[in-house]
C-alpha cells in the first residue's frame, strides 16, 4: 500500500523569506504523480503544484518549487518569497498514473508566515 | 465556470439522527470523490464515481454510509445513523475521465454530531 508521511506539523516562515516543507512517501509503484496542495480556513483544497514521477526536472510555479528526488522518496516543497496569503495547511499527496485514482494525503504541515 | 460546490457548509446533529450531504461536480466531470477528513488528517476516500458506477468504495462503511449518483452528475453522501465518530469534515471531489487530470474540491462540509 502506498502512504504519504509529512513529518512537519507546523512550520513558521518570516514574510519575504523561503520555507521547505518535507514530504516522503512509500510505492512500489514507478509511474505516478505527486501533488502539493494548500487548505486555507475556507477549507477547499487548492493545488499547488504537481510533479510527474517520470519526469527528472522539478516542477516550478511561480514562487514554488519542488525537490523530486525519486530514488529517496522524497518530494519538498519550496515556498520562496513568502507571503502572508501562503498561511494555511499543506498537505502532500500521491496518486498512481491510473485512470482517476484516488489521492493518498499526508497528515499536512501548518504554515503560518509572521509579517 | 462554477467550481464544484457542496452543501451545506456546517451540519450539526445529535448522535442517531440521520444526515446528508449533497455535491453538484464541475460540468463535464466524470469522477466524483467523496473524501472525509478528521481533525488533524489528511483527506481519506470514502468512495470514487465513473458517472453512475461506484468504482470505489471499499474505505465506505456501508453498515451506516449510502451515496448515489443518479445520471451521473449530483451526488449525495448519507450517514444513518450518525455516530459521535462521524465528526469530520466531507470533501467532494471531481475531475475528467483519463490519467493526467487534476481534481478540484470543493468547500467541504464540516458535520459535527454531538
Known amino acids: 500500500a502506498q502512504t504519504v508521511t509529512q513529518s512537519q506539523p507546523e512550520m513558521s516562515v518570516q514574510e519575504a523569506e523561503t520555507v521547505t516543507l518535507s514530504c516522503t512517501y512509500d510505492t512500489s509503484e514507478s509511474d505516478y504523480y505527486l501533488f502539493w496542495y494548500k487548505q486555507p480556513p475556507s477549507r477547499q483544497m487548492i493545488l499547488v503544484i504537481r510533479q510527474e514521477a517520470y519526469k527528472q526536472q522539478n516542477a516550478t510555479e511561480n514562487r514554488f518549487s519542488v525537490n523530486f528526488q525519486k530514488a529517496a522518496k522524497s518530494f519538498s516543497l519550496k515556498i520562496s518569497d513568502s507571503q502572508l496569503g501562503d498561511a494555511a495547511m499543506y498537505f502532500c499527496a500521491y496518486r498512481r498514473r491510473y485512470n482517476t485514482d484516488k489521492l493518498i494525503f499526508g497528515t499536512g504541515t501548518r504554515l503560518q508566515v509572521f509579517p | 465556470e462554477a467550481g464544484v460546490v457542496q452543501s451545506p457548509r456546517y451540519k450539526i446533529i445529535e448522535k442517531k439522527q440521520p444526515v446528508a450531504f449533497w455535491c453538484n461536480p464541475i460540468s463535464g466531470h466524470n469522477t466524483l470523490y467523496w473524501y472525509r477528513q478528521n481533525l488533524g488528517q489528511g483527506p481519506e476516500l470514502l468512495i470514487r464515481y465513473e458517472n453512475e458506477e461506484a468504482v470505489d468504495d471499499s474505505q465506505l462503511p456501508k453498515d451506516r454510509f449510502s451515496a448515489e449518483r443518479l445520471k451521473g452528475v449530483d451526488s449525495t453522501l448519507k450517514i444513518q445513523p450518525a455516530e459521535l465518530g462521524d465528526s469530520a469534515v466531507y470533501l467532494c471531489?471531481?475531475?475528467?475521465?483519463?490519467?493526467?487530470?487534476?481534481?478540484?474540491f470543493g468547500q467541504g462540509t464540516r458535520l459535527t454530531v454531538v
Open positions: 471531489a471531481s475531475s475528467l475521465d483519463g490519467g493526467n487530470t487534476e481534481a478540484f
